[in-house]
């Protein structure tokens, strides 16, 4: 391991907080954005920020899914949010804990790793990055046999924020304390959300019809002149 960085993990949980997975659903790009803007703000030297692609991982297609799916009251599909905060995954990060690297070991039996090494001159596993939460601070590291420097922090930086990013999901169907969001359809016709899909954050009783008074208002015309339409029809039969 040669390249080290450190830092605290609010920065993170911010970008990822429940409360912004509808922002994401709607626009993927804004994620990248953000990353990169997080990452110009701590490392200072500028190619860290351009290294910054979610492009090639796939994610958005999967978090779509899965919110429409919530949305929809069917059951947490594990097929895909596994691949992105796995049961392990999602236990330790309750914790406050996370841990990944690439090559992939096995975390349950270090004696496994020794037996498929990634190196022929050594047991000691050798990973191109790892990234490893421990509370309130993260830390990556890549290692120093690679010359591929910048490919590997934006692996290892993407894979730290989409695992809290999906995380957000486990908890929010769990309603676990701070995460106790649902997301409903907005039935404005003119809804300017995507897909009319809006969150409300602990909230208790009545399922909300519209994301906005705006919609509601909208949403309200649009009753009145589907009666008005009704009665007009009345009087000519
Ligand atoms: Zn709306």
Redesign the pocket.
């Known amino acids: 391991m040669s390249t080290q960085f450190f830092a605290g993990i609010n920065g993170v949980l911010n970008i990822v907080s429940v409360d912004k997975l509808l922002d994401y659903y709607g626009n993927p790009q804004l994620l990248e954005d953000r990353i990169k803007q997080y990452v110009e703000g701590n490392w200072a030297d500028k190619k860290y920020a351009n290294s910054i692609s979610l492009d090639k991982l796939g994610w958005h297609g999967d978090l779509v899914k899965l919110i429409n799916k919530w949305v929809d009251n069917e059951p947490k599909d594990y097929d895909i949010i596994d691949k992105w905060c796995s049961l392990m995954d999602y236990a330790l990060l309750k914790e406050g804990f996370f841990k990944d690297q690439y090559p992939d070991y096995n975390t349950v039996s270090p004696a496994v790793n020794a037996v498929y090494p990634t190196t022929t001159d050594t047991i000691e596993f050798a990973p191109h990055w790892r990234v490893v939460r421990e509370g309130v601070k993260y830390q990556i590291m890549i290692g120093f046999d690679t010359k591929d420097l910048l490919p590997n922090f934006n692996h290892a930086i993407c894979r730290l924020f989409l695992s809290h990013l999906f995380y957000g999901i486990h908890a929010g169907y769990d309603q676990l304390e701070s995460y106790k969001i649902e997301v409903y359809r907005?039935?404005?016709a003119?809804?300017?959300?995507p897909n009319?899909l809006?969150h409300v954050m602990d909230r208790h009783g009545r399922r909300p019809t519209?994301?906005?008074d705006?919609?509601r208002w909208?949403?309200n015309n649009e009753a009145r002149r589907k009666a008005k339409a009704v009665r007009a029809k009345t009087k000519v039969v």
């Not at 003119?190 to 959300?193: A, D, H, P």
Request: positive net charge; hydrophobic residues 5%.
């Open positions: 907005c039935q404005c003119k809804c300017s959300k009319n809006f519209y994301c906005s705006p919609c909208e949403g």
